[in-house]
């Protein structure tokens, strides 16, 4: 596969990600988590735009200046890194949230294992290192998600205990 077919799939694949957390951000109810998927939304925009540059130069043979990308955003707080104790409670209905981060989970996993696998391919150190970085972000943000599923999936067990205790105390 060629150098300009890779810098496609990367930044295609954060162009999916970027759209995936806007469109949660304007969805969900919820401040904490509209602004938490806002900020993932602004990250994945700022890897394309990292990578749009990096691929016009590496591919014209030029020198490589990696940008410098604002620091992970963190989103550590309590037993939920991404939603309000308010939205916590009322988790039954928050089918389309919870869709999103297990499809965040997938894209984020894609995405750090495409990096791994792309830096092997590349010869120019800065660029190989660039993308080492983004592999280690997206894993990070793949565990963050991941932390919040089992935090909702916890919360969904203790609802359904509940409601089994219910059916058959009646």
Partial sequence: MELKELFTMAIQGEIEGRELYLAASKTTKD??????FLNLSRE???????????A?????????????????????DAKSPIF????????????????????????????????RNFAKKVEQPEVKKFLQFLA???????????RQ?????????EHTS???SRITLS
């Fill in 31 to 36: 401040k904490k988590a509209k602004k938490v």
């Fill in 162 to 164: 509940e409601l089994q």
């Fill in 136 to 146: 280690k972000w997206e894993a990070d943000h793949y565990d963050q998600l991941k």
């Fill in 56 to 76: 016009k130069k590496t591919i014209k043979g030029g020198p490589v200046k990696i940008p410098d990308l604002a620091p992970l955003q963190s989103f550590d």
């Fill in 149 to 157: 599923v089992g935090f909702f999936e916890d919360r969904s067990e």
């Fill in 84 to 115: 309000t104790p308010e939205f916590k409670t009322a988790i039954k209905d928050k089918h389309y949230e919870i869709s999103t981060l297990r499809i965040g989970m997938k894209l984020e996993a894609e995405s750090a294992k495409f990096y």
């Fill in 44 to 54: 994945e925009d700022s890897h394309i735009q990292a990578l749009q540059d990096i």
